[in-house]
């Protein structure tokens, strides 16, 4: 009988010891993403993979320990939920939120118009979709197509390099910053600042766009696609470090930029756009921390916004504001008319 029962005893530890070092992997990797980031190459190119990956061994364990009849080692199987969906993953629980029917709703709308490829009639109607009362676009393309569109529909229309702004209240300053030094080139910032008129009294808009991580994970992906890449070992080849590197830092010195301008602002501000920052960006929660993010104070779910061609599994695009107001709506939009979906969100002004 004992012979019996030991590989059943040995069975079950080993069950456990696969649970335990699972929701170890998933610390390690969350810890890595959050602090690390942007600093190494490695974990710059993690930040940009998809992560539902990192759930996939969630049932296989579960099933294991139900199976063995481990139901106090359960709690590893929950400590792996929490880690995988709501901190690598990004989801995150619905949030009560109130609106004040006495008080006036702003509704702000983001959206990366991927040069309007998909039709400046097809963007046009996505946003006619919310009725947003300020419009902030990136990576327009032409400028003068969806510009007309946004003068037939609003009274006060900004553009200029890749931005358009649309609003239903007056623009009483605009603010197209200076180009950065970086490697001995001068960079477009991507960024542009308003300070718009409206009903919550006036608010510094920031319409923002740093540079994609595109051009440092096509060079890793090379002829052979970044899969191969990372299934031969290959990835981690030196060669692949410095353009990873030299992205990574420009973008970071862009939101560097416009996060230190936002932050002096003395008035209410909001921060919109393709901000290229996934969940747990070191870049991110370095320079923005210090404005709330409208998804997680009244969206719920995974909000992810990009790539809309597959199945998205990024949240980059944002909207973000300064304590003097707050969020009581958020979306996310749907149309596939864009390799990015919009987000709209509602504020109001907090109450002294």
Known sequence: MSRLVAPSRLVQRAAVAVAVLYVLALVVMALGLRFVGERWWVTTVALYLPRLGFAVPLPVVLLALGLLRLWRELWVTLASSIVALAILMGFVLPWPTSVDRSAPVLRVLSFNCNSGYGGVDAVAEEIDHFSPDIVLLQEVGPLEKLGAAMQARYPTVRMGTQFIVASRFPISSFVDPEKLPYRDQMRSARWTEQVIETPLGPISVYNVHPLSPREGLYSIRGDRGLKREILSG???????????????????????????????????????????????????????????????????????????????????????????????????????????????????????
Not at 246 to 268: D, I, M, W
Not at 327 to 346: E, I, K, N, T, Y
């Open 234 to 352: 290959r990835i981690f080849s030196p060669e692949h470090a410095d353009p990873v590197q030299s992205n990574a830092g420009l973008r970071t010195l862009q939101v560097q930029s416009f996060a230190e301008a936002a932050t002096n602002e003395t008035g209410p501000v909001i921060v919109a756009g393709d901000t290229n920052l996934p969940g747990l960006s070191f870049v991110l929660h370095k320079n923005l921390s210090g404005f709330q993010d409208g998804f997680t104070r009244a969206g719920w779910g995974f909000g992810y916004t990009f790539p809309t061609n597959h199945m998205p599994w990024m949240r980059i695009d944002r909207v973000l504001a300064s304590d003097e107001l707050r969020f009581v709506r958020f979306q996310v939009g749907a149309s596939l008319v864009s390799d990015h979906h919009c987000v709209v969100a509602d504020l109001q002004r907090r109450s002294p």
